[in-house]
């Protein structure tokens, strides 16, 4: 039986973030690039499923899920239904919004692994 070390998730999810902002920042740095095609990072959530680490069930009824991971897809975005005369697919106001959702993501990780250091500080103290 595995079990989830959460310091290693939290890693890997930071990890992902970063990749995730790499490649927001190139398309807002490309945003006035001629045929430049906007990229973004596969959902956290994917990488989580392609992973073999099984949360462990302690009590019949808990809920069985997957966790961990690595390697991140980068892919040109493929859902943009306009496409600028410059054959540009990035809008700027959608990067904007990645980027804030990614400064929001990084905050909750930091906020639960403190809070996670927290108490492990605090139950070793006894």
Known sequence: METVNLFALA??????????????AGNVANVNTPGYK?????????????????LAT???????????????????????????????????EDELMKAGEVRRQFELNTAIVKAFQRMLLTASKG
Not at 13 to 22: E, F, G, H, I, Y
Not at 38 to 48: N, R, T
Not at 65 to 86: I, K, M, R
């Open 58 to 92: 302690t009590q019949q009824g808990h809920i069985a899920g997957s966790a961990g991971g690595s390697g991140f897809a980068v892919n040109e975005q493929t859902d943009e239904p306009s496409v600028l005369p410059s054959e540009n697919s990035v809008v700027l």
């Open 38 to 54: 906007a990229v973004d990072v596969e959902p956290f959530e994917s990488v989580l499923d392609k992973t073999g680490v099984r």
């Open 11 to 24: 890693t890997q999810q930071s990890k992902w973030l970063a990749v995730r902002q790499t490649a927001v």
